[in-house]
Protein backbone atom coordinates (compact mmCIF):
# COMPACT_ATOMS: atom_id res chain seq x y z
CA UNK A 1 0.00 0.00 0.00
CA UNK A 2 1.05 3.55 -1.16
CA UNK A 3 0.79 5.93 1.55
CA UNK A 4 2.22 9.61 1.36
CA UNK A 5 5.39 8.17 -0.57
CA UNK A 6 6.19 5.35 1.33
CA UNK A 7 5.39 1.64 0.93
CA UNK A 8 3.58 0.16 4.03
CA UNK A 9 3.18 -3.46 3.70
CA UNK A 10 0.28 -5.02 5.59
CA UNK A 11 0.06 -8.95 7.33
CA UNK A 12 -2.04 -10.69 9.12
CA UNK A 13 0.13 -10.61 12.42
CA UNK A 14 0.38 -6.80 12.27
CA UNK A 15 -2.73 -5.38 10.89
CA UNK A 16 -6.33 -5.67 11.83
CA UNK A 17 -9.27 -4.28 10.85
CA UNK A 18 -13.58 -3.87 10.38
CA UNK A 19 -16.04 -2.87 8.72
CA UNK A 20 -19.21 -0.99 9.81
CA UNK A 21 -21.83 -2.42 8.15
CA UNK A 22 -24.52 0.12 9.64
CA UNK A 23 -25.02 2.29 7.17
CA UNK A 24 -28.78 3.02 6.03
CA UNK A 25 -32.13 5.07 7.01
CA UNK A 26 -31.56 7.21 9.87
CA UNK A 27 -32.94 9.92 11.97
CA UNK A 28 -31.19 13.11 11.06
CA UNK A 29 -28.46 14.56 13.68
CA UNK A 30 -27.83 18.04 13.83
CA UNK A 31 -24.88 19.65 15.98
CA UNK A 32 -23.85 22.04 13.84
CA UNK A 33 -23.52 25.37 16.24
CA UNK A 34 -25.11 27.49 13.90
CA UNK A 35 -28.03 25.28 13.27
CA UNK A 36 -30.89 26.69 14.73
CA UNK A 37 -32.89 23.30 14.69
CA UNK A 38 -29.58 21.82 16.71
CA UNK A 39 -30.56 17.60 17.97
CA UNK A 40 -31.44 17.76 22.09
CA UNK A 41 -30.13 15.30 24.14
CA UNK A 42 -31.46 13.04 26.78
CA UNK A 43 -29.24 12.00 29.62
CA UNK A 44 -27.78 8.92 28.13
CA UNK A 45 -24.28 7.00 28.10
CA UNK A 46 -23.50 6.10 24.52
CA UNK A 47 -20.76 3.39 23.17
CA UNK A 48 -20.29 1.69 20.06
CA UNK A 49 -17.45 -0.44 19.97
CA UNK A 50 -15.42 -3.34 18.66
CA UNK A 51 -12.83 -4.89 20.47
CA UNK A 52 -10.68 -7.23 18.86
CA UNK A 53 -8.03 -9.67 20.50
CA UNK A 54 -6.17 -13.14 18.83
CA UNK A 55 -8.55 -15.26 19.08
CA UNK A 56 -11.69 -13.18 19.30
CA UNK A 57 -13.75 -9.92 19.00
CA UNK A 58 -16.29 -8.43 21.36
CA UNK A 59 -18.68 -5.09 19.90
CA UNK A 60 -21.35 -3.89 21.29
CA UNK A 61 -23.91 -0.71 20.74
CA UNK A 62 -25.63 0.30 23.80
CA UNK A 63 -27.39 3.52 24.42
CA UNK A 64 -28.20 3.79 28.55
CA UNK A 65 -30.95 6.48 30.38
CA UNK A 66 -30.35 5.71 33.54
CA UNK A 67 -28.55 2.76 35.51
CA UNK A 68 -29.11 -0.52 33.98
CA UNK A 69 -32.02 1.20 31.93
CA UNK A 70 -31.36 0.69 27.95
CA UNK A 71 -33.43 2.30 25.35
CA UNK A 72 -30.83 0.27 22.61
CA UNK A 73 -28.70 -2.67 23.22
CA UNK A 74 -26.55 -4.91 21.41
CA UNK A 75 -23.56 -7.17 21.16
CA UNK A 76 -21.73 -10.44 21.66
CA UNK A 77 -18.54 -12.20 21.50
CA UNK A 78 -17.72 -13.36 17.86
CA UNK A 79 -15.10 -15.89 16.66
CA UNK A 80 -12.72 -16.13 13.91
CA UNK A 81 -14.16 -16.65 10.43
CA UNK A 82 -14.64 -20.31 9.60
CA UNK A 83 -15.32 -20.86 13.30
CA UNK A 84 -18.87 -21.48 14.47
CA UNK A 85 -20.02 -18.76 17.06
CA UNK A 86 -22.09 -20.17 20.30
CA UNK A 87 -25.89 -17.88 20.11
CA UNK A 88 -25.20 -18.21 23.81
CA UNK A 89 -22.54 -15.76 24.21
CA UNK A 90 -24.92 -12.85 23.14
CA UNK A 91 -24.28 -9.69 25.37
CA UNK A 92 -27.59 -9.03 27.93
CA UNK A 93 -26.00 -6.07 30.18
CA UNK A 94 -22.89 -4.01 30.91
CA UNK A 95 -21.37 -2.41 33.75
CA UNK A 96 -18.81 0.12 33.05
CA UNK A 97 -16.65 3.24 34.80
CA UNK A 98 -15.33 4.80 32.42
CA UNK A 99 -12.34 8.20 33.28
CA UNK A 100 -12.39 11.41 31.35
CA UNK A 101 -10.61 14.39 30.01
CA UNK A 102 -12.47 16.93 31.68
CA UNK A 103 -10.35 19.84 29.89
CA UNK A 104 -11.80 20.08 26.82
CA UNK A 105 -13.00 21.46 24.51
CA UNK A 106 -14.75 18.14 23.52
CA UNK A 107 -16.01 14.92 25.47
CA UNK A 108 -12.43 12.91 25.12
CA UNK A 109 -12.16 8.96 26.95
CA UNK A 110 -9.05 8.22 29.01
CA UNK A 111 -10.02 4.93 29.87
CA UNK A 112 -12.10 2.76 31.62
CA UNK A 113 -13.15 -0.80 32.66
CA UNK A 114 -16.34 -2.64 31.56
CA UNK A 115 -17.65 -5.95 32.84
CA UNK A 116 -19.61 -7.50 30.02
CA UNK A 117 -22.36 -9.90 31.14
CA UNK A 118 -23.53 -12.46 28.59
CA UNK A 119 -26.34 -14.81 27.73
CA UNK A 120 -24.60 -18.03 28.85
CA UNK A 121 -24.17 -16.97 32.64
CA UNK A 122 -20.07 -16.16 31.30
CA UNK A 123 -18.62 -12.23 32.31
CA UNK A 124 -15.55 -11.20 30.95
CA UNK A 125 -13.90 -7.65 32.27
CA UNK A 126 -12.00 -6.03 30.24
CA UNK A 127 -9.98 -2.73 30.21
CA UNK A 128 -8.96 -0.13 27.81
CA UNK A 129 -6.61 3.30 27.57
CA UNK A 130 -7.33 5.99 24.74
CA UNK A 131 -4.70 6.88 22.38
CA UNK A 132 -4.16 10.27 20.43
CA UNK A 133 -5.65 8.54 17.00
CA UNK A 134 -9.33 9.74 16.67
CA UNK A 135 -11.16 9.49 13.10
CA UNK A 136 -13.94 12.88 13.21
CA UNK A 137 -16.69 11.34 12.01
CA UNK A 138 -17.98 15.26 10.99
CA UNK A 139 -15.97 14.90 8.24
CA UNK A 140 -18.30 12.45 6.82
CA UNK A 141 -21.13 14.17 7.30
CA UNK A 142 -22.43 13.17 10.86
CA UNK A 143 -23.93 16.28 12.66
CA UNK A 144 -23.38 18.44 9.96
CA UNK A 145 -20.49 20.42 9.15
CA UNK A 146 -21.50 24.99 7.94
CA UNK A 147 -24.67 23.72 6.67
CA UNK A 148 -23.65 20.30 4.80
CA UNK A 149 -25.57 17.60 6.37
CA UNK A 150 -25.31 13.81 6.14
CA UNK A 151 -27.19 12.71 2.85
CA UNK A 152 -27.32 16.07 1.45
CA UNK A 153 -27.42 16.01 -2.55
CA UNK A 154 -25.16 18.64 -3.76
CA UNK A 155 -25.66 17.92 -7.45
CA UNK A 156 -24.15 15.47 -9.92
CA UNK A 157 -20.04 14.46 -9.15
CA UNK A 158 -19.90 17.57 -6.52
CA UNK A 159 -16.99 17.39 -4.17
CA UNK A 160 -15.23 19.64 -1.74
CA UNK A 161 -12.83 19.30 1.13
CA UNK A 162 -11.43 21.19 4.39
CA UNK A 163 -8.03 20.76 5.69
CA UNK A 164 -7.60 20.88 9.48
CA UNK A 165 -5.56 21.87 12.05
CA UNK A 166 -6.30 19.59 14.98
CA UNK A 167 -3.57 21.21 17.43
CA UNK A 168 -6.31 24.43 17.14
CA UNK A 169 -8.40 23.88 20.46
CA UNK A 170 -11.20 25.65 17.86
CA UNK A 171 -10.78 23.53 15.31
CA UNK A 172 -11.24 20.36 17.22
CA UNK A 173 -14.31 22.04 19.54
CA UNK A 174 -16.08 22.44 15.38
CA UNK A 175 -15.20 19.85 13.86
CA UNK A 176 -14.32 16.65 16.60
CA UNK A 177 -17.37 15.89 18.57
CA UNK A 178 -18.33 12.33 17.61
CA UNK A 179 -15.27 10.59 16.87
CA UNK A 180 -14.01 6.57 16.30
CA UNK A 181 -10.86 6.60 18.98
CA UNK A 182 -8.37 4.39 18.79
CA UNK A 183 -8.81 2.07 21.84
CA UNK A 184 -6.06 -0.82 23.50
CA UNK A 185 -8.20 -3.42 25.57
CA UNK A 186 -6.75 -5.68 27.66
CA UNK A 187 -8.76 -8.60 28.63
CA UNK A 188 -6.89 -10.94 31.65
CA UNK A 189 -3.56 -11.61 29.67
CA UNK A 190 -4.96 -11.09 26.49
CA UNK A 191 -4.13 -7.40 24.46
CA UNK A 192 -6.45 -6.29 21.45
CA UNK A 193 -7.52 -3.29 19.52
CA UNK A 194 -10.44 -1.50 18.28
CA UNK A 195 -12.08 1.73 18.15
CA UNK A 196 -14.95 3.27 20.56
CA UNK A 197 -17.80 5.67 19.71
CA UNK A 198 -19.23 7.48 22.91
CA UNK A 199 -20.97 10.44 23.98
CA UNK A 200 -22.60 12.03 27.31
CA UNK A 201 -26.09 13.78 27.47
CA UNK A 202 -26.63 16.10 29.76
CA UNK A 203 -28.43 14.94 32.82
CA UNK A 204 -27.05 11.45 33.03
CA UNK A 205 -26.57 10.26 36.36
CA UNK A 206 -22.83 9.86 36.34
CA UNK A 207 -19.96 11.57 34.80
CA UNK A 208 -21.18 15.02 35.26
CA UNK A 209 -18.21 16.82 34.75
CA UNK A 210 -17.64 16.13 31.17
CA UNK A 211 -21.22 16.89 30.61
CA UNK A 212 -20.52 20.32 30.24
CA UNK A 213 -19.13 19.91 26.60
CA UNK A 214 -20.48 19.07 23.34
CA UNK A 215 -22.03 15.42 23.38
CA UNK A 216 -21.61 14.67 19.41
Known amino acids: MQFGGKTI ?16 TRRPLRTDASDTKRTTFA ?13 FALHWRFVERAAGK ?18 EWLLEKTEQDFRWDASGPVQTLKGGDIVLHFKNGEQREVSFVTHP ?43 STLSDHLIEW ?16 PGYYKYQDIQHLPTF
Open 9 to 24: SLTEDAWWGHRDRSWG
Open 43 to 55: PFLFSWSVAQFPG
Open 70 to 87: YSYFSGERVLPFGEKNDP
Open 133 to 175: ARWHLKGGGYGGYRGWYHGDHKGEYYSEHEVWDLRDPAVRAEA
Open 186 to 201: RSGDEVGFGIMEYGVG
